[in-house]
């Protein structure tokens, strides 16, 4: 099963971004940890990343045309970004599954991180377990299932 997993702005920071809110690990600590669970859980997982609202839209709607699963760090654009949300909207409304995740709590956060607009429209949502919220959304993805409602 194909995964994709899309990481938004400034998770290319990781490791040197506020290390006591996402930890002393890179990005590239996070792909290969990715790599690592996606094989154990038999996914073919795929990860990207960029600070562009424009690209990961463009990358939600590949979800949908190649229909793959999505595990979605949506990072800032999680608290605002409609746009992000009509399109994660259609991975969901196509009968695939779209896993929320965040590396730290956002509730436990400024007021502003408390609303994501990603939320409601999303299959479930992992946040505040570090890089193992990845691997907590990843298995929720295997087995393989369709999504019924
Ligand atoms: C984040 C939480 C967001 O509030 C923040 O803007 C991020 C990262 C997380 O993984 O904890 O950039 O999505």
Redesign the pocket.
Known sequence: TRVLVLN????GRLGAREPE??GSASHDDLVAAVAGWAAELGLAAEVRRTDSESELVGWLHEAVDTRCDVVL???????YSYALRDAAAQVTAAGLRLVE??????YA?ETF?HVSVIGPIASGTV??FGFD?YRLALSALSPPSSRSV
């Open positions: 938004g702005p400034n998770l809110v996402y760090n949506p990072a800032a654009f999680t608290h995740v965040h590396i730290s709590n956002p956060r991180r946040a505040g919220s």
